[in-house]
Every structure is written in structure tokens, then in C-alpha cells.
């Protein structure tokens, strides 16, 4: 089993950045590809941006390029979410979510392991 706590999430401005944290314990190992996803209000959960387990892999979605850059510390077992530019539709709870393999995949049934979420409030 392995273990995610997100943490970061607040209440912000349009414009502002932010950077939220996924530390993983439990049964971590070299071969966790791990993401972030968001679910907004009455929204389903959507993928934001993975890596993989050296950082030779990340992916982001379209509407967070060039905002939202992924990270990952493996002598932490940390990953990080440094965002900018914050828009109010970016508004929403934050999960972090771990895998086996170094595959990244846009399907949250594909990740096995899941925090249990930030919320990250962005006002205009």
C-alpha cells in the first residue's frame, strides 16, 4: 500500500501562484509514476499533469501548460505542483494519485493510489 497526504492548497487571488506537496510513505518504490488530478464542483475529476518515477516523463494537460510545472524529489518521496497565474476556473480539490509503471495516464481508473485532496480556491 502506499500512502499520499496533499498538502498547499488556500484560498487565492486571480494571478497568484501556488505550490502544493504530495509526500508518499508506505510501500514506495522506484517504480511509482505518480499526478495530479482536480475535481471542481459538480465537475468529474480530471487529470492535470503526471511524471514519472526518474522525471525523464511529465505530462500536462493543455489548459495548465505553461502555468502548472510538475516535480518530484525522490529522496523525499515528495512530489510537487508549482502553479501560476491562477485562474478562477482553476478552482477545485487537488488529488495527487500514484501508479506502478511509468506509464501516465489521462484515466483516473488507471492510478491506484489517491490522497484524499487540497481544496485550492482561486477569487477574481
Known amino acids: 500500500q502506499v500512502q499520499l497526504v496533499e498538502s498547499g492548497g488556500g484560498i487565492l487571488q486571480a494571478g497568484d501562484s501556488l505550490r502544493l506537496s504530495c509526500a508518499a510513505s508506505?510501500?514506495?518504490?522506484?517504480?511509482?509514476?505518480m499526478g495530479w488530478f482536480r475535481q471542481a464542483p459538480g465537475k468529474e475529476r480530471e487529470f492535470v499533469s503526471g511524471i514519472n518515477w526518474s522525471g525523464s516523463k511529465r505530462y500536462r494537460e493543455d489548459f495548465v501548460k505553461d502555468r502548472f510545472t510538475i516535480s518530484r524529489d525522490n529522496g523525499k518521496n515528495t512530489i510537487y505542483l508549482q502553479m501560476s497565474s491562477l485562474k478562477p476556473e482553476d478552482t477545485a480539490v487537488y488529488y495527487c494519485?500514484?501508479?506502478?509503471?511509468?506509464?501516465?495516464?489521462?484515466?483516473?481508473?488507471?492510478?491506484?493510489?489517491w490522497g484524499q485532496g487540497t481544496q485550492v480556491t482561486v477569487s477574481s
Open positions: 494519485a500514484a501508479k506502478l509503471g511509468s506509464g501516465i495516464y489521462l484515466s483516473s481508473s488507471e492510478w491506484s493510489y
Open positions: 508506505g510501500r514506495t518504490a522506484s517504480n511509482y509514476a
